[in-house]
Every structure is written in C-alpha cells, then in structure tokens.
Nanobody, 124 residues
C-alpha cells in the first residue's frame, strides 16, 4: 500500500506562484511514475502533469505547459509541482497520484494510489 500526502496549497493572487509537494511512503518510489491531477468545483478531475520514475520524462496538459513544472527527488520520496503565472482558472483541489507500472500517462486509470488533495485558490 502506498500513502501519498500533498502539501503546499493555499491562496495566491493571479500571476503568483506556488509549489506543491507530495510525500510518498513507497519503498520502491523510484519505480513509480507520478502524476498531478486537479478538480475544480462541478468539474471532472483532469490531468495536469506526470513524470517518470527516473525523472527523465515529463508530460503536461496543454493548459499548464510553460507555466507548471513537475519534478521529483527520489532520495526524499517526494514529487513537486512548481506553478508559476497562476490564473484564476487554476483554482482547484490538486491531487498527487502514483502509477506502479511506471507509465507516464495523463489517464486517471493508470494511477492506483491517490492523495487526499490540497486546495489551490487563485484570486483575480
């Protein structure tokens, strides 16, 4: 069983930045692909970014490309999401997810483990 705990959410003005962190309990963390998803009120959960186990491969949703950066530190069992140039439409609960097959994908179905989420609110 893998436990994921997100942190770093909060309230920020448009144009500002936040860095989310996700700490994982998996002993084989380096073999997992990791992803970030988000869900705004009344909307479906959507893909944001994903990263391979080594960190050498990343994948982003078009809506965040060039503004968000996903990274990981396997020594700390942690994955990060640096969010810059935030917009009000980025407001959502952000979830960290783990894919034990190591596949970098934007599909929710590839991720077996999910965190509880952290709220990000961007004011205009």
């Amino acid at each position: 069983q893998v436990q994921l705990v997100e942190s770093g959410g909060g309230l920020v003005q448009a144009g500002g930045s936040l860095r989310l962190s996700c700490a994982a309990s998996a002993r084989t963390f380096r073999t997992y692909a990791m992803g970030w998803f988000r869900q705004a009120p009344g909307k479906e959960r959507e893909f944001v970014a994903a990263i391979s186990g080594s960190g050498g491969s990343t994948y982003y949703a078009d809506s965040v490309k060039g503004r968000f950066t996903i990274s990981r530190d396997n020594a700390k069992n942690t994955v990060y999401l640096q969010m810059n140039s935030l917009k009000p439409e980025d407001t959502a609960v952000y979830y960290c997810a783990a894919n034990p097959l190591g596949v970098v994908t934007g599909s929710r179905h590839g991720y077996n483990y999910w965190g509880q989420g952290t709220q990000v609110t961007v004011s205009s």
